[in-house]
């Protein structure tokens, strides 16, 4: 079983940044596509960001120009540079890992995730 562990959430103000970090605990353990989803107070899980093995990435119309992807498959380590934020990105943040390949249209879809991790919380206020 892979564990995902997340860090790096916090509270800021509106504007500030933050950069959020997800590890696995399995060094051997290669994902083909890692991705951030988030899930606002009364809200539905949304995806943010995926990133694939060769350092392709995928943003959603909310959070592109503002929040960067980027994998370092050395340290099996998922990050999300977040600039910009808005008190609208109050949300837990998951970092998910899928090991198969997933076309374009599902890669937002949470469902298609195999593993997950417990989430770190971002609070930005006005």
């Known amino acids: 079983q892979v564990e995902l562990v997340e860090s790096g959430g916090g509270s ?6 933050l950069r959020l970090s997800c590890s696995a605990s399995r060094h051997s353990y290669s994902a083909h596509f890692m ?3 988030r899930r606002a107070p009364g809200k539905e899980l949304e995806g943010v960001a995926v990133a ?4 392709s990435t995928w943003y959603t119309d909310s959070t592109e120009g503002r929040f960067t ?3 370092d498959t050395a340290k099996n380590t998922l990050y999300l540079q ?4 808005k008190p609208e990105d109050t949300a837990m943040y998951y970092c998910a890992a899928r090991t198969a390949f997933l076309p374009v249209d599902a890669r937002f879809l949470d469902n298609f995730y195999d593993h997950w991790g417990q989430g770190t919380q971002v609070t930005v206020s006005a």
């Open 35 to 37: 991705a951030w989803f």
């Open 12 to 17: 800021v103000q509106a504007g500030g940044s």
């Open 52 to 55: 694939d093995s060769a350092g």
């Open 69 to 71: 992807v980027s994998r």
């Open 82 to 85: 977040m600039s910009g934020l």
